[in-house]
Every structure is written in structure tokens, then in C-alpha cells.
């Protein structure tokens, strides 16, 4: 069974920095791009960070050059490095992995529990 497991949330003050973590358990799912989300109480969910099998990056205007997406292909792993933060970035944070389910070979979308980050001023 596949899943997606994210750790790193936190408290932390404004200019603070925090290290997300998710990793794909299983093997039988082959990664292709994967994502950090955010969703703050009352918003709608929104694109953070994305990465793709090649190493290709995309960030939001509102974190581009704060945060830092990288990836560990073997681990199935993506990882979100969250620095200068402004109380702003306060959400609840997932993570989304897109690929195949080999032994089925199907297209799957997977996404994390989430972790929350709140960060003070």
C-alpha cells in the first residue's frame, strides 16, 4: 500500500527557517513530479513548490527565493526548505506525488496528512 508521509511542521518566528520532509512508502509506485501545497484556514489550496523527475522546479511568486524544493528520486522523497518565513506562510502544508502504480499500471495522485507550520511575528 502506498502513502505519503510528511514531517518537519513547526512553530517558528518570522525570519525562522523549517525543513519539510515526505517520503512515498512502497514500492510498487514509480514518482514522476512531486509538490508541496498550503492551505490556510478559510483559503483555498495552493501550489507551493513543485518538482519534477528531472529536477525541474516551479515555486509561487510569494516564496520564490525563500523556499528550496529537492528531491531524492530513489527515496521516492521530496523535501521543502522554508527560509526568511513571514507569518503569512502560516498554513497547513501536504505534499503531492504524481506517477504509476506498477503492478497495476496506473496513473496515481497521492497526498500527505499534512504537516502545520505556523510561524509568529
Known amino acids: 500500500q502506498v502513502q505519503l508521509v510528511e514531517s518537519g511542521g513547526g512553530l517558528v518566528q518570522a525570519g525562522g527557517s523549517l525543513r519539510l520532509s515526505c517520503a512515498a512508502s512502497?514500492?510498487?509506485?514509480?514518482?514522476?513530479?512531486m509538490g508541496w501545497y498550503r492551505q490556510a484556514p478559510g483559503k483555498q489550496r495552493e501550489l507551493v513548490a513543485a518538482?519534477?523527475?528531472?529536477?525541474?522546479?516551479s515555486y509561487a511568486a510569494s516564496v520564490k527565493g525563500r523556499f528550496t524544493i529537492s528531491r531524492d528520486n530513489a527515496k521516492n522523497a521530496v523535501y521543502l526548505q522554508m527560509n526568511s518565513l513571514k507569518p503569512e506562510d502560516t498554513a497547513v502544508y501536504y505534499c503531492?506525488?504524481?506517477?504509476?502504480?506498477?503492478?497495476?499500471?496506473?496513473?496515481?495522485?497521492?497526498w500527505g496528512q499534512g504537516t502545520l507550520v505556523t510561524v509568529s511575528s
Open positions: 503531492n506525488a504524481k506517477g504509476i502504480a506498477t503492478t497495476a499500471s496506473r496513473n496515481l495522485e497521492l
Open positions: 518538482i519534477t523527475s528531472g529536477g525541474t522546479t
Open positions: 512502497g514500492s510498487a509506485f514509480k514518482v514522476n513530479s
